[in-house]
């Protein structure tokens, strides 16, 4: 039997994650904490932090602590037409830290649906991120934004990848100041330029957003992509979240790696995005496999900052006893206590940082 | 409640005008006190002093929802933040300066005194350049004239001071002023509050043009 009180909220949020992912079909995958270095030496752009930690293993091969798990997940996964696999993890990661440079071990949940992707997968995908999100708290946003918009209006300005690139970073940023001087020094036509820094202010929810983007008028691919992007949002449209999903082109992943659908998650009072996904099927071609994948990862670690720990107690009773008490007295009183559902300390002394709401001494009692 | 970080100093104290013509005044913030925080519950603003290169920190860790602070700090720093307005104000810009006299001899490492290690290593990296970083923490234009560095990578604002000490700026990496930047996460909850003001600023920043 499980007592909830003793569940940190983390781990409350990682058993009903479970029970949802296992709903769907998605089986646990398990693996090892280490992983080959070389598997992330070839894939360096796709983890979020550059540094990895290695050690040798007794044959002298280098290894590393696994900073990721999907493209643990990719190299193993069957790679068959007609397969589609859907696994969920659990895992923690190993990370160097921004600012700091400190290495942080995080904690991770999500899954990856790789095969033969359709839409009703992508939309399955968006949903269980929206649900994960909902199980968190009630005030949370999940975002979409499709990177097909973005390459299409970025290669229309037949710039180079040097532009392209600060452009990138300007709209992560939602930056259009310095978009327009970025067109100017690389003389982009005004009317184009125009486009990109509205490109910036467009977000929120899905009908205005998709009414802009279709007056736009770029080209074939252009549109494509917003089609795709619209029929997700269609089928959101029709579930209990839709209220909070909204389209953000501001979520820019590494276009070598991703390409289509991607989405990030917020929860309020977290202040910092909990939730990454998006499909990947350009780096499952980089590990020469044919098929598509989408999925997302969610930082559980960060859930320590919104709940405050609202135990005013750290225990219910504490027992006070000595040598005069026999051990069988004390574990009789403790039981006592606990089978009236308390939580007790038996101690010889009051410790000094001990939160206690009642205090049973038992000193000198002895029968 | 939306939480701003000004810088302390003078920009800062020209930037919280520019809040309060835009609607956001909080008049106790003029009192000369040792207060650290003021507030204006009607505006639903409240404010806080931090050092400027302090900052993007407050706003990236969600301490402050929103911010202003030099292009400078947002180049070295590189916080995960949104930046949404150029305030056009506290001009300057980031530049290479050495000696009048100096030869730059493409054959040796360059010996770089900066405050600012990762905008000057972008710079010379998108060149090709080897260098060697010497990390100070003020009076950078004394490195090259004591001869402990070639040149300097700092914030040119009039020029002034390089003048009077012999240097010169030989290159402009990037223009500075002051930006307007949000919390990710705050303006996904806060969106209007915080369009609100930035339209407000917005419209100052044009006025003063």
């Known amino acids: 039997m499980i007592d909830e009180r003793y569940l940190k909220n983390e781990e409350r949020v990682i058993y009903a994650l479970r029970s949802l992912y296992g709903r769907y079909g998605y089986l646990p995958f398990n693996m090892s904490k280490f992983e080959e270095y070389e598997l992330y030496v070839k894939n360096k752009e796709f983890l979020v932090s550059d540094s990895v930690i290695t050690f040798n293993d007794t044959n002298g091969k280098l290894l590393a602590l696994k900073p990721d798990v999907t493209l643990s997940i990719i190299k193993n996964c069957q790679d068959e037409k007609g397969v589609k696999q859907k696994l969920y993890y659990n895992e923690n990661v190993y990370r160097v830290s921004g600012s700091t440079r400190q290495f942080k071990e995080l904690m991770q949940t999500g899954l990856e649906c790789i095969g033969d992707i359709d839409l009703y997968d992508t939309f399955e995908v968006v949903s269980l991120a929206c649900a994960s999100l909902a199980e968190i708290s009630n005030s949370y946003v999940l975002e979409l934004s499709h990177l097909g918009i973005l390459s299409s209006l970025l290669d229309n300005t037949d710039k180079n990848e040097e532009f392209q690139g600060a452009v990138m970073e300007c709209i992560k940023q939602k930056n259009s100041h310095e978009i327009k001087s970025l067109c100017e020094k690389y003389g982009v036509s005004e009317d184009k330029a125009a486009r990109l820094c509205n490109f910036v202010s467009i977000y929120g929810k899905a009908d205005d957003v998709l009414e802009k983007l279709y007056s736009y008028n770029v080209d074939d691919s252009f549109t494509n992509a917003v089609n795709e992007l619209k029929s997700i949002m269609d089928l959101l449209d029709g579930t209990d979240y839709k209220n909070n999903v909204r389209i953000d082109f501001s979520i820019v992943n590494d276009m070598n790696y991703y390409n289509g659908i991607v989405f990030n998650g917020f929860i309020e009072g977290i202040c910092e995005t909990i939730l990454f996904g998006g499909r990947y099927d350009k780096m499952l071609k980089k590990m020469n496999k044919s098929s598509s994948g989408i999925g997302f990862a969610l930082y559980l670690d960060l859930l320590e900052g919104i709940y405050k720990d609202f135990t005013e107690y750290d225990v219910d009773t504490l027992i006070l006893y000595d040598e005069a008490v026999s051990i069988a007295q004390l574990d009789s009183c403790v039981k006592e206590y606990l089978q009236n559902g308390k939580r007790v300390s038996a101690q010889k002394s009051v410790p000094t940082k001990l939160r206690y709401k009642e205090i049973v001494d038992i000193r000198g009692e002895a029968k | 409640m939306i939480n701003v970080a000004l810088p302390k100093g003078r920009l800062g104290e020209k930037v919280y005008k520019m809040f309060a013509e835009a609607g956001y005044e909080c008049p106790s913030i003029l009192e000369n006190n040792r207060k650290l925080i003021f507030e204006n519950r009607e505006k639903n603003v409240r404010y806080f002093w931090v050092k400027p290169s302090d900052v993007s920190i407050y706003v990236e860790r969600g301490a402050a929802d929103i911010g202003v602070c030099g292009k400078d700090i947002l180049l070295e720093y590189e916080p995960d933040i949104y930046e949404i307005l150029d305030l056009n104000m506290g001009k300057c810009r980031m530049a290479v300066a050495s000696k009048k006299d100096f030869y730059d001899n493409t054959e ?3 010996r770089v005194a900066t405050k600012f290690a990762n905008i000057a290593k972008k710079h010379y990296a998108s060149k090709c350049r080897n260098i060697d970083i010497i990390k100070l923490n003020g009076s950078i234009e004394l ?40 919390n990710k996460s705050s303006f996904k909850f806060k969106t209007e509050e915080i369009e609100k003001i930035a339209q407000g600023l917005k419209e100052q920043v044009e006025l003063n043009d």
């Open chain 2, 108 to 110: 040796k490492t360059l």
């Open chain 2, 143 to 182: 490195a090259p004239i004591l001869d402990l560095s070639d040149v300097i990578v700092d914030i040119v604002e009039t020029g002034t001071t390089l003048k009077e000490n012999d240097l010169e700026v030989i290159e402009t990496i990037v223009p500075i002023s002051a930006r307007l930047i949000v």
